[in-house]
């Protein structure tokens, strides 16, 4: 089985940092047209004035693996991985940073690396791979814009992508796509039945996801939430976390709060 076309079945959202006023500005790019299976977008964060204190940029879990920089020291770079639960970042008050959001199996592919070895941690690029932290380092300054970074960057990784493209069990790649394909809404011991053994699945979930096909589901599941962009009061009145999935009200709360990093109520009145 060919690698699934994720992009069309999974578009991760990041919402919080799209609200976070007039003096704070983030914007995304599409990587190539060749490279938009692998890479979700690059994207910028910045202040366009500086703030009268620090800034808590809040991530919240999406699945993906991101590397970031400042652009005005390039030379610190560094790459987080799937987060199980939202993170909170506190940022200087004057800041612009320039990142790459590696959509679910990019990262590892490109680069066989474990995901699972990054899941829930923040680790310094160079530790990974030193030819993209040097590549950043000597390539990127301050005075670049968005549009000419991404075009250094989509050159830097349609080489490399020519370069490593692995074999994977394809019965992996079915899984994984059967997971986006319901939204995460998907019995694990029964829907996931592709003729591979439940601690085979897990450990190429791992490798490539960086978690087990149960946690991704969730977070699959909590991002079409996302997508759908309820109102508080649709979603109170017309329940709509059945139709994704969460068998009661306290269970979706609960779930939603650890992920996301507040009450769905509070989420979707911002």
Not at 43 to 54: F, R, V
Not at 211 to 222: C, M, P, Y
Not at 249 to 263: D, R, V, Y
């Amino acid at each position: 089985m060919n690698r699934p076309e994720i992009r069309k079945l999974y578009q991760p959202s990041q919402p919080t940092v799209t609200q976070s006023g007039t003096d704070v500005r983030y914007t995304e790019a599409p990587p190539h047209l060749a490279l938009q299976n692998t890479i979700y977008c690059y994207w910028e964060l910045k202040t366009l004035q500086p703030l009268s204190s620090d800034f808590i940029y809040r991530v919240v879990a999406d699945g993906c693996i991101d590397v970031l920089f400042e652009l005005d020291k390039p030379e610190n770079n560094f790459v987080t991985g799937l987060s199980t639960s939202y993170i909170e970042f506190p940022l200087a008050p004057s800041f612009h940073y320039l990142g790459i959001r590696f959509l679910p199996t990019g990262f590892p592919q490109l680069f066989n690396i474990r995901a699972s070895e990054l899941t829930n941690r923040f680790e310094e690029l160079r530790a990974l791979t030193p030819t993209l932290a040097d590549f950043i380092a000597t390539e990127f300054d301050e005075s670049m814009s968005l549009g000419e970074a991404s075009l250094k960057l989509d050159a830097f990784f349609l080489k490399l992508q020519e370069r490593n493209s692995p074999e994977v069990d394809g019965r992996f790649f079915q899984a994984f796509e059967t997971i986006l394909a319901s939204y995460g809404n998907v019995s694990i011991e029964k829907g996931l039945d592709t003729g591979i053994s439940p601690r085979q699945l897990r450990r190429l979930f791992e490798f490539y996801v960086g978690d087990s096909a149960k946690t991704f589901s969730k977070i699959v599941r909590f991002q079409q939430l996302l997508l759908a962009k309820p109102s508080a009061t649709r979603l109170r009145k017309e329940k709509l976390f059945y139709d994704v999935g969460y068998y009661d009200q306290a269970h979706f709360i609960k779930e939603f709060k650890t992920l996301f990093g507040t009450t769905p109520s509070r989420a979707f009145d911002e």
